[in-house]
């Protein structure tokens, strides 16, 4: 039987239970980068670079690529989109290089460097996600971005109902606590998810910077349906390869 | 108000969100290291000294220390006793010298030095302890053990329960989602704390090292109502001192 195992912040994923290479790592950063990347994947773009150092940016700016760019929730001055799931629904980015770096996020999908294979999850995408994860049938390393090396409530809720999707017929097993624990928020929380994340840091903390109007769309399940996968650098849209 | 902060692994401790070191330190290792600390105040023990390096113990024993080790679950071959509540329940203890080193409790005492003050938790002296802390009322930090690096259902548990206690009356403010996780997980636990937690990992291992007699002394709230302090060294009964 496979595996899966749940980091709730990128710096536990050294310390991670899953043994060897042979697993995929599911990366997700719910408020809002893997939302955003999920969406913009939808939206057609031919591919995602994202960059950790957000002065690599201006250089990619030079070499026509479209920036989201995100620190502490607001969008970087030079920047074309704000790490905003409804910027991205709303823009005509069909076919666009973009490269984007967030607080949280990117720094996430930087340090799943063991893994056989990089996902990108969000609740648009889950479903889709989960039934790949199911056809490929490896060991399973859920990554949480949280916040500035601290837990986030949404990321570990996403966690729980994938462990919930892939647990219930036992195609796989759960091989830690964070499993366990993530499951028990979860079963609490899916019948009324944006109101139990309501009172939650970053929730707050975007509504307070008044960038909050995208939050809903980042807890619509399924509307999104693609996988993207992180490859040798870039984000591409994981049917399509 | 005072603030209240949950980090759900000891490597968490150093991005914590509470600022400054005017903040007390609350340590917990419910299996078992911090409910065998409890217990041994309790039993009116002169010292303990908590040990990271288990190289280091056998210069104490020639001291004429009483010797708390194991790794991994299991008693070290040249210890007195083996982090077993049960073995300090029954043992005459009273003004012994105790040296103690354990796979997570001990190395979670020693990243705290931040700290102005660390107080020592287990389920066995949860009341006690929050009446010291409401005495004292300085922003807290409560420093889960967890299991090698990783996350452990009962020690958020039982920082739920610390939260779930002093927030109650708005005298402290919970300021992060690793609070608002912890109080819901053990708002779903308590009513049947020892069931909950028998499907949790360091449960279901310390029962097939064969040694699980302890484990549900672990859980019985408030049986040794004293509150162990570490300070220069040394824990000590805090309110003898």
């Given at each position: 039987m496979s595996t899966i195992e749940v980091?709730?912040?990128?710096?536990?994923y050294q310390y991670r239970?899953?043994?060897?290479?042979?697993h995929i790592a599911v990366v997700v950063d719910i408020l809002r980068a893997t939302t955003t990347i999920v969406i913009a994947v939808a939206q057609g773009v031919q591919k995602i670079i994202p960059v950790?150092?957000?002065?690599?940016l201006s250089e990619f700016k030079k070499n026509g690529y479209l920036i989201v760019s995100e620190r502490d929730g607001l969008q970087s001055d030079?920047?074309?989109?704000?790490?905003?799931p409804l910027q991205l629904i709303n823009?005509?980015?069909?076919n666009a290089a973009i490269a984007i770096s967030t607080t949280n996020g990117t720094r996430a999908l930087s340090v799943v460097?063991?893994?056989?294979k990089i996902l990108i999850g969000a609740f648009v995408n889950i479903s889709a996600l989960c039934s790949t994860l199911r056809t490929l049938n490896q060991n399973i390393v859920i990554v949480c971005s949280g916040w500035k090396y601290r837990f986030s409530l949404e990321d570990t809720l996403f966690a729980g109902a994938v462990c919930e999707n892939l647990t219930g017929d036992n195609q796989f097993a759960g091989n830690d606590d964070s499993v366990i624990a993530s499951m028990e928020l979860w079963k609490q929380a899916k019948n009324d998810l944006l109101n139990y994340v309501s009172s939650s840091e970053h929730y707050q903390r975007l509504y307070s910077l008044g960038v909050g109007e995208s939050v809903p769309y980042c807890f619509e399940l399924d509307s999104y349906p693609v996988v993207p996968v992180l490859e040798g650098g870039t984000i591409l849209n994981y049917s399509h390869h």
């Open positions: 980091c709730l912040v990128p710096e536990l239970k899953t043994a060897g290479n042979n950790t150092d957000m002065n690599k030079f920047a074309d989109f704000g790490n905003s823009a005509n980015i069909k460097n063991a893994a056989d």
